[in-house]
């Protein structure tokens, strides 16, 4: 059974750090997009609402009365399970090496990209009522710790992204974090 917007099991995915959505309406994006083969599933993804609390009224004190949507946050779970040599890509795309720092003060949005998540076929995830999930600006998020293990046990990566909102490709754009299609 589908949990909302994915159905939950193994997915294939693919990333494309130069074919990041442009965030603006009917510019296209660069197909160019790279396998990073299977991942354990959209373990978590999370959508923070952000309020703008109304307080303060004499009858109540200084209780909050009510809040005001001011939009929101949403972070992408995953757990890479097989390695690619341009996983780099996803883990660093700050610097030209692994170890490079990269320049500093560049908009996170201008280095994130698109990432694609297929679910596999034969599976809960596929039979399920599964759908594609295209994340058009995923970076790892900022202050999240990526731990990679060496020596010679599976080297499974739990990795948290933040999405950016972007306009979809709908005819009418709106402001999304991410996209659902049907499985092909």
Same mark, same amino acid.
């Given at each position: 059974?589908?949990?909302?917007?994915?159905?939950?099991?193994?997915?294939?995915?693919?990333?494309?750090?130069?074919?990041?959505?442009?965030?603006?309406?009917?510019?296209?994006?660069?197909?160019?997009?790279?396998?990073?083969?299977?991942?354990?599933?959209?373990?978590?993804?999370?959508?923070?609402?952000?309020?703008?609390?109304?307080?303060?009224?004499?009858?109540?004190?200084?209780?909050?009365?009510?809040?005001?949507?001011?939009?929101?946050?949403?972070? =992408?779970? =995953?757990?890479?399970?097989?390695?690619?040599?341009?996983?780099?890509?996803? =883990?660093?795309?700050?610097?030209?090496?692994?170890?490079?720092?990269?320049?500093?003060?560049?908009?996170?949005?201008?280095?994130?990209?698109?990432?694609?998540?297929?679910?596999?076929?034969?599976?809960?995830?596929?039979?399920?009522?599964?759908?594609?999930?295209?994340?058009?600006?995923?970076?790892?998020?900022?202050?999240?710790?990526?731990?990679?293990?060496?020596?010679?046990?599976?080297?499974?990566?739990?990795?948290?992204?933040?999405?950016?909102?972007?306009?979809?490709?709908?005819?009418?754009?709106?402001?999304?974090?991410?996209?659902?299609?049907?499985?092909?």
């Amino acid at each position: 059974m589908s949990l909302g917007t994915f159905a939950p099991g193994p997915y294939t995915a693919t990333y494309d750090a130069s074919g990041a959505v442009s965030g603006t309406p009917g510019q296209a994006a660069d197909p160019a997009a790279r396998d990073i083969g299977l991942v354990e599933g959209a373990h978590r993804l999370s959508r923070v609402m952000e309020g703008e609390d109304i307080a303060g009224t004499n009858l109540f004190g200084q209780t909050v009365v009510d809040s005001i949507y001011r939009g929101g946050n949403c972070f =992408l779970l =995953l757990t890479m399970k097989e390695w690619k040599p341009y996983v780099r890509d996803i =883990l660093w795309p700050f610097g030209s090496s692994f170890g490079d720092v990269g320049p500093i003060g560049r908009l996170l949005t201008d280095l994130a990209g698109k990432i694609v998540l297929t679910p596999v076929a034969g599976t809960p995830a596929y039979e399920n009522d599964g759908k594609v999930l295209t994340f058009g600006k995923a970076i790892l998020s900022p202050q999240h710790n990526t731990e990679i293990f060496f020596g010679p046990a599976q080297r499974d990566v739990a990795l948290v992204f933040r999405c950016f909102p972007y306009y979809n490709s709908d005819e009418t754009p709106k402001l999304v974090w991410f996209e659902e299609s049907d499985v092909e």
